[in-house]
T-cell receptor, first 112, second 111 residues
Framework: DAMVIQNPRYQVTQFGKPVTLSCSQTLNHNVMYWYQQKSSQAPKLLFHYYDKDFNNEADTPDNFQSRRPNTSFCFLDIRSPGLGDAAMYLC???????????FGPGTRLTVL | GQQVMQIPQYQHVQEGEDFTTYCNSSTTLSNIQWYKQRPGGHPVFLIQLVKSGEVKKQKRLTFQFGEAKKNSSLHITATQTTDVGTYFCAGGWGNTGKLIFGQGTTLQVKP
């Protein structure tokens, strides 16, 4: 059974049109991350939640926002996608103190 | 700022040869994690190292964490074609779960 689910798997949007990506988990992990991964590059941490505490990376553009309404769900909002935002967006979860982290399958975002 | 450097970027080996990728952090880490990502896939967690000087093995894979907790390595003995992929290290700091990924090493194995 899938433990970290990302929807949709593929998202096409137009330049400047807001888009929301979702992540849900069945693991009850207290840490959730959003990463951006461009082709042949490492995942780049955008922000993470430790429980309800939101931690934004200093170089994450204001165009990217996140919400975590409860333990199971986390959303990534891109307010005005640009061509440079086309990438794979990965959600991951982690239970602090455990030794396993799980990534979702990712959402591939295309910006036209 | 916190940085994690990983080398080499690419490695081509003949099947049966060994492979090693190295990871270095600019600051002392709380832990280091290793992931494997197949082409078109997402990163899959391999292992976490927490203790200074720790060595862990998973079949043909050996993971080491340096004494100063600033460097780590992954060594694969007798590579197989199934080992193909990109191996990432990711450094963790403090107790927030934050991770910074290295650039990854892409392994190609010739049969």
């Amino acid at each position: 059974d899938a433990m970290v689910i990302q929807n949709p798997r593929y998202q096409v949007t137009q330049f400047g049109k807001p888009v929301t990506l979702s992540c849900s988990q069945t693991l009850n992990h207290n840490v959730m991350y959003w990463y951006q991964q461009k082709s042949s590059q490492a995942p780049k941490l955008l922000f993470h939640y430790y429980d309800k505490d939101f931690n934004n990376e200093a170089d994450t553009p204001d165009n990217f926002q996140s919400r975590r309404p409860n333990t199971s769900f986390c959303f990534l909002d891109i307010r005005s996608p640009g061509l440079g935002d086309a990438a794979m967006y990965l959600c991951a979860t982690y239970l602090w103190g455990a030794d396993t982290q799980y990534f979702g399958p990712g959402t591939r975002l295309t910006v036209l | 700022g916190q940085q994690v450097m990983q080398i080499p970027q690419y490695q081509h080996v003949q099947e049966g040869e060994d492979f090693t990728t190295y990871c270095n952090s600019s600051t002392t880490l709380s832990n280091i994690q290793w992931y494997k990502q197949r082409p078109g896939g997402h990163p899959v967690f391999l292992i976490q190292l927490v203790k200074s000087g720790e060595v862990k093995k998973q079949k043909r894979l050996t993971f080491q964490f340096g004494e100063a907790k600033k460097n780590s390595s992954l060594h694969i003995t007798a590579t197989q074609t199934t080992d193909v992929g990109t191996y990432f290290c990711a450094g963790g700091w403090g107790n927030t779960g934050k991770l910074i990924f290295g650039q990854g090493t892409t392994l190609q194995v010739k049969p």
